[in-house]
């Protein structure tokens, strides 16, 4: 299984970035989608999360409104819309899947222990 991240780069505040991450090797349709992210010295933080097939989608409080995650299962792609950017959004932005289940826990998708594959990461830097 591969998760390859893509889109990072420099930006400044207010302005927007595109994530992508498209996986192969798995049956990308049965697995939920994950965005996390990681700055220097901190625990890397939940950021968003989508269902293989009914659209549902949950976000960090932070991010809520300012960026948006989807999914185009024929491409067996993942996306983060990032708008509005802040410094604070600074990060290794990584994605991540793991196997969906009949009855999720949002508990379970905010864990990053509860997935099973990772992407490698691509950086976003936000300049005030």
């Known amino acids: 299984v591969q998760l390859q991240a893509s889109g990072g780069g420099l930006v400044q505040t207010g302005g927007s970035l595109r994530l992508s991450c498209a996986a192969s090797?798995?049956?990308?349709?049965?697995?939920?989608m994950g965005w996390f992210r990681q700055s220097p010295g901190k625990e890397r933080e939940f950021v968003a999360v989508?269902?293989?097939?009914?659209?549902?989608?949950s976000y960090t409080d932070s991010v809520k409104g300012r960026f948006t995650i989807s999914r185009d299962n024929a491409r067996n792609t993942v996306y983060l819309l990032l708008t509005s950017l802040k410094p604070e959004d600074t990060a290794a932005y990584y994605c991540?899947?793991?196997?969906?289940?009949?009855?999720?826990?949002?508990?379970?998708?905010?864990?990053?222990?509860?997935?099973?594959?990772w992407g490698q990461g691509t950086q976003v830097t936000v300049s005030s």
């Open positions: 989508m269902s293989p097939k009914t659209n549902y989608t």
């Open positions: 991540a899947a793991r196997k969906h289940v009949t009855y999720p826990s949002p508990s379970r998708d905010r864990s990053s222990s509860s997935y099973d594959y």
């Open positions: 090797g798995l049956i990308f349709s049965s697995y939920r």
